[in-house]
């Protein structure tokens, strides 16, 4: 069955402490594995898309790398505007849309 | 990305009633897909709403319950019926990139509390 865990269900950080969230995940085949951040009351925003193991992105202090079994956000000196929960979400192969939603990690940085 | 908006952005009903979510596109999109977020859980799809057809809707959700409406390509409805306390949530609609249909882009979501 496909599954996505992620670890820790909340991290707080000291503000400029680097830190990594984790998503695993079990899927037949991957299409893509995202990440997105949610602020409280709002809705999901984009960051990232990761197609194949040992591809890596970027932007700003966050860094998104790909393994055949996980993916890690890591997180370079954080500020508090960086508190929000992380979500990660895979594409199966068999799947032309369809979304399997871990359920997050709450990130606070504290000043 | 497309820009995604929806309206009302938060409401409170009494149990019973029903209540429509609008979400509107700035651009001409294929898919568009409504979630269900319950308080401190992560998304989980109600449907798919695809321009010019029935819905497809997830294990646990039905029509009766959750109508859609897709009458064109930058525009959708989701109805909320007979609500419950239960059905207190957030609900979003998300549209997929037309560059085969992978990441999903979200409006700010309709924050719904059944009284």
């Known amino acids: 069955e496909d599954q996505v865990t992620q670890s820790p269900e909340a991290l707080r950080l000291q503000e400029g402490e680097s830190s990594s969230l984790n998503c695993s995940y079990t899927?037949?085949?991957?299409?893509?594995l995202f990440w997105y951040r949610q602020d409280p009351g709002k809705g999901p925003e984009f960051l990232f898309t990761l197609y194949s193991a040992g591809e890596e992105k970027e932007k700003e202090r966050l860094k998104a790398t790909l393994t055949k079994k996980e993916s890690f956000l890591h997180i370079t000196a954080p500020k508090p505007e960086d508190s929000a929960t992380y979500l990660c979400a895979v594409q199966d192969t068999r799947s032309n849309y369809q979304l399997i939603w871990g359920a997050g990690t709450k990130l606070i940085i504290k000043p | 990305s497309a820009v995604i908006s929806q309206k009302p952005s938060r409401d409170i009903c009494q149990r019973g009633t029903s209540l429509t979510i609008q979400c509107q596109v700035d651009?001409?999109?294929?898919?568009m897909f409504w979630y269900r977020q319950q308080p401190g859980q992560s998304l989980t799809l109600i449907a798919t709403?695809?321009?010019?057809?029935?819905?497809?809707?997830e294990s646990g959700f039905v029509i009766d319950k959750f109508p859609i409406s897709r009458p064109n390509l930058t525009f959708s409805t989701l109805t909320v019926s007979n609500m419950s306390p239960e059905d207190s949530s957030i609900y979003l609609c998300?549209?997929?990139?037309?560059?085969?249909?992978?990441?999903?882009?979200f409006g700010p979501g309709t924050r719904l509390t059944v009284l």
């Open positions: 998300s549209v997929a990139s037309d560059k085969g249909y992978n990441e999903q882009f």
């Open positions: 899927v037949s085949g991957l299409r893509g």
């Open positions: 651009s001409q999109v294929t898919m």
């Open positions: 709403a695809n321009q010019g057809s029935e819905a497809t809707y």
